[in-house]
């Protein structure tokens, strides 16, 4: 919101609910399952009303969608076709197998975006902290002479 309170823009928050899919061997691929979503839907709209609303008593301008399919590009595509000056994303923060086999919705919307992203890490994020070493290494005193290119 923060941001939002800076720039002055309307905000247009995008939930997309992820279409029930299998991923299974050639020739199929990936199948749409026949699920009855109806209650995750619902349950979504409620959430996405409840933001919308907090964000709109902060006194700034925001409205809601929800969209279903896969999730980074229907927010490729909602940007583009809403001609957005930037995308505000959350990462999970993902690493290792989880990373591997799930992706990362956020690298995606990078790669693919009409407009910038900006990343936002979770919260419970871990700060890096450096050992003395690497402190040592990082810092270039203000009197270094830098090599020039030949």
């Known amino acids: ?9 309307a905000l247009e928050i995008l939930h997309v609910s992820s279409e029930a899919i299998w991923v299974v061997p050639p020739p199929g691929d990936v199948v ?3 699920l009855d979503t109806a209650e995750i839907v619902t349950e979504s709209a409620v959430q ?8 709109r008593s ?3 301008t925001c409205t809601g969608v929800a969209e279903t399919g896969r999730t980074d590009a229907e927010i490729v595509e909602y940007a583009r076709k809403r001609g957005a ?5 959350g990462s999970h923060g993902r690493h290792g197998l989880s990373h591997a086999l799930m992706g990362s919705v956020a690298e995606k919307v990078v790669r693919h975006a009409p407009c910038p992203v900006l990343v936002v890490p ?11 070493d690497d402190e040592a290494e990082a810092l270039i005193s203000p009197d270094a002479q830098l090599a020039q290119p030949a």
Request: no cysteine; net charge positive.
């Open 122 to 132: 979770p919260e419970e994020a871990p700060v890096p902290v450096l050992r003395p």
């Open 1 to 9: 919101m923060d941001l939002g309170r800076m720039t002055k823009a």
């Open 85 to 89: 000056g930037i995308i505000v994303v």
């Open 58 to 60: 902060a006194g700034l």
């Open 48 to 55: 996405l009303e409840r933001v919308v609303a907090r964000v």
């Open 32 to 34: 749409t399952a026949p």
